[in-house]
């Protein structure tokens, strides 16, 4: 820890650190990137699931290079389509050649009493996504013109949603950005009562987060791994969350010492050397934890374990290199109206000394109340499911949300996305007639063929990707690789969506005790002690579960979300886990600390007084932060936000704050056990 507090020694080091940072950092946004990395499969899933076996042999069929766009026609009146109503869209579906690439619309689909029609118009995909999306926005714009009036057309279909999808994104990163500097900027003036303090650690996580971000950009694509959307936005509001909450945890240290030291620098080194040791604790547990994502199926969930470790592991060279430096060289005006004067007594920790006071007269009953109400949140989870359907992803309703609404009005629910068999061409009738003969599915018919391989697309009469479209791949996949010589893969959105479902569980499987057995082993190291971290591990799961219960309430009541995203719960669980035990780490080695001097009981008294309004400042916050996620467009990142600020602000203002000291004072020493305790009835240092 020494060496920590070289960097601020005196005035020539502390601005020598800052040059080389300004340097460093003007080094790293100036990193060309290189080019993003080609992801393995649309989902992110390894070639060993049938989805993305199914991707690689389409490729073989001679209409490859396409995907069909649906465009759904109703009228707005409600009304039945007339003759010409379908023939003029025709004429607009069959003019734009540079949309499909020459390549024929089907006929149109009409419902029998003619109050929806559908135009399949295959779209070129060349070029990628953002050309598929100019495309598909020309194509609207060609059929728009001129239609008949009260003669509506929707575009949806895959190709329709990823336009759709890149435009809802459009600007997102910018106004997530704005709304996490606005939440942080206010919640840091309001805990510091200062009108410069705030600026200083504001400016520096920024810097931390921009260099991030500049860092991913050029380690993943050379680690071979490609990013979703949703990488960059989670990575964000880590960096601003956990690197706030370093820079309040050292401030408030260095403000402690600044009433017992009239030299600044000497204040700074030992606020840094006292606070050096919870910081790399807790960072270090969410790097790990972060890093365990590596073990996990789906390619945009590794990278963002590599991008969150990256950005954790940022923020604590801040909090511990540059933020200190930053502040020291400022001097103590930089506290102004409330400068603390060496001498002066602290004001804070008077609530949170009176709370503590009352936590330690009846600690059994108020931790058993504590656990009772973590469970009653707990309970309401209850019938809780995971899965949405690509028009349940998006908080926004997208003409391609809209579309696949109108189309399910007047065809079965699957029509827009049918199933892909791939079979040998001579089984092609053999697979279709067993296919059509099946429950659960609506119709079947022979696509393209190749030489090698022929497709057959079969229409689920279920929504895509319910529990009943799911449980009817299943069946087909069983069914149709009996039947002989078919050599029988299965793809399609659906097929797709049910091998990231099934990838999901395995990754929680793997994921989740892996999480515990680190944590654990963080605090075991720690703290020195067995069952201290068994009780710090189990509190933290507690409330993981309390939060979980409580968001799900909020989401069937008032947000109307179906289920939960598959990838909710295990991103959940590891930043509330991980995050979550950093404010216990916090109070626990400030208790352990004072214990050794004065006995657990009044070193855990000591601790909450001194750090209960910086741990309540910090995990407020951090809830703020993971909330401004809510701006953004999916509904997963939505979910992933609201699940994690309820369990932090019930590990900050319940767990932290009530149960864990409760637990503590009932313990008495045997809280550190198996640590020695001294003649004196203190824990061993």
């Given amino acids: 820890m020494y060496r920590l507090t070289v960097v601020a020694a005196s005035p020539r080091k502390a601005w020598a650190t800052l040059v080389l940072t300004v340097v460093a950092v003007v080094g790293v946004l100036s990193l060309n990137n290189p080019e993003p990395a080609s992801p393995d499969s649309s989902s992110g899933l390894p070639a060993t699931f049938q989805s993305v076996q199914v991707e690689r042999l389409q490729a073989q069929l001679p209409t490859t290079g396409f995907d069909p766009v649906f465009a759904v026609v109703s009228r707005t009146d409600g009304g039945a389509l007339a003759q010409l109503d379908l023939d003029e869209v025709a004429r607009r579906t069959a003019?734009?050649?540079?949309?499909?690439?020459?390549?024929?619309?089907?006929?149109?689909?009409?419902?029998?009493?003619?109050?929806?029609?559908?135009?399949?118009?295959?779209?070129?995909?060349?070029?990628?996504?953002?050309?598929?999306?100019?495309?598909?926005?020309?194509?609207?714009?060609?059929?728009q013109q001129g239609l008949p009036q009260q003669?509506?057309?929707?575009?949806?279909?895959?190709?329709?949603?990823?336009?759709?999808?890149?435009?809802?994104?459009?600007?997102?990163?910018?106004?997530?950005?704005?709304?996490?500097?606005?939440?942080?900027?206010?919640?840091?003036?309001?805990?510091?009562?200062?009108?410069?303090?705030?600026?200083?650690p504001l400016m520096v996580v920024a810097a931390a987060e921009q260099v991030t971000l500049r860092l991913v950009e050029n380690v993943l694509p050379r680690l071979g791994l490609a990013a979703d959307g949703s990488t960059t936005g989670i990575t964000s509001v880590l960096v601003f969350g956990a690197g706030t909450d370093y820079a309040l945890l050292l401030i408030a240290r260095y403000r402690e010492q600044l009433r017992l030291n009239p030299s600044r620098f000497t204040a700074m080194r030992i606020a840094l050397h006292r606070t050096a040791?919870?910081?790399?604790?807790?960072?270090?547990?969410?790097?790990?934890?972060?890093?365990?994502?590596?073990?996990?199926?789906?390619?945009?969930?590794?990278?963002?374990?590599?991008?969150?470790?990256?950005?954790?592991?940022?923020?604590?060279?801040?909090?511990l290199v540059v933020l200190p430096c930053a502040i020291v060289v400022c001097g103590r005006q930089l506290f102004w109206p409330l400068i603390p004067r060496t001498g002066s007594a602290s004001t804070d920790g008077r609530l949170w000394g009176r709370l503590g006071a009352g936590v330690a007269a009846r600690p059994r009953l108020i931790a058993g109340a504590g656990v009772a109400l973590l469970a009653v949140l707990a309970a309401g989870g209850v019938g809780l499911t995971t899965g949405l359907s690509p028009v349940e992803q998006l908080r926004a309703k997208p003409e391609s949300v809209l579309g696949a609404q109108t189309l399910a009005r007047g065809f079965p629910a699957g029509a827009v996305e049918p199933v892909a068999v791939l079979t040998t061409p001579q089984?092609?009738?053999?697979?279709?007639?067993?296919?059509?003969?099946?429950?659960?599915?609506?119709?079947?018919?022979?696509?393209?063929?190749?030489?090698?391989?022929?497709?057959?697309?079969?229409?689920?009469?279920?929504e895509p990707g319910s529990e009943e479209s799911f449980a009817a791949v299943r069946q087909l996949r069983t069914t149709l690789a009996d039947i002989p010589d078919a050599s029988v893969t299965m793809g399609g959105s659906v097929a797709t969506a049910l091998d990231v479902q099934d990838a999901q569980q395995r990754d929680r499987r793997v994921v989740i005790p892996l999480v515990l057995v680190l944590v654990a082993a963080v605090l075991v190291a720690l703290l020195r002690s067995l069952l201290a971290p068994a009780l710090l591990v189990a509190t933290v799961v507690a409330s993981f579960f309390a939060s979980i219960g409580a968001s799900w309430m909020l989401f069937t009541t008032v947000l109307d979300y179906p289920a939960l995203e598959g990838g909710v719960p295990l991103l959940s669980f590891l930043f509330l886990v991980a995050l979550g035990v950093d404010y216990n780490i916090f109070l626990v080695t400030r208790a352990r600390e004072e214990a050794a001097k004065s006995g657990t009981r009044t070193g855990m008294l000591t601790a909450l007084r001194v750090?209960?309004?910086?741990?309540?400042?910090?995990?407020?916050?951090?809830?703020?932060?993971?909330?401004?996620?809510?701006?953004?467009?999916?509904?997963?990142?939505?979910?992933?936000?609201?699940?994690?600020?309820?369990?932090?602000?019930?590990?900050?203002?319940?767990?932290?704050?009530?149960?864990?000291?409760?637990?503590?004072?009932?313990l008495g020493e045997r809280f550190w056990w198996p640590r020695q305790l001294d003649r004196r009835g203190r824990i061993g240092a």
């Fill in 151 to 200: 003669v509506q057309v929707q575009l949806t279909g895959g190709p329709a949603f990823t336009t759709d999808l890149i435009g809802v994104f459009d600007g997102a990163d910018l106004t997530l950005l704005v709304a996490t500097v606005a939440v942080v900027a206010v919640l840091l003036l309001v805990t510091y009562r200062s009108p410069v303090l705030w600026i200083v």
């Fill in 277 to 319: 040791e919870p910081i790399l604790a807790s960072g270090g547990t969410v790097v790990l934890a972060c890093l365990t994502l590596l073990l996990t199926t789906l390619e945009g969930t590794r990278a963002l374990g590599v991008a969150a470790a990256l950005g954790v592991l940022v923020a604590m060279v801040a909090a």
């Fill in 611 to 666: 750090t209960g309004g910086v741990i309540t400042s910090a995990g407020i916050l951090l809830a703020a932060v993971f909330a401004v996620l809510g701006v953004l467009p999916l509904v997963a990142l939505t979910q992933i936000g609201i699940i994690v600020c309820v369990g932090v602000l019930l590990d900050t203002l319940l767990v932290r704050t009530v149960i864990v000291p409760a637990l503590a004072f009932a």
């Fill in 427 to 462: 089984a092609v009738q053999a697979v279709t007639d067993a296919a059509a003969a099946m429950p659960g599915v609506a119709s079947a018919r022979p696509g393209t063929a190749g030489t090698d391989i022929a497709q057959v697309d079969v229409i689920l009469q279920a």
């Fill in 95 to 143: 003019r734009p050649g540079s949309v499909s690439a020459g390549a024929p619309a089907r006929p149109p689909e009409v419902s029998p009493d003619r109050a929806v029609a559908v135009f399949v118009v295959p779209v070129s995909t060349a070029g990628g996504d953002e050309a598929v999306a100019e495309r598909v926005q020309a194509l609207r714009a060609e059929i």
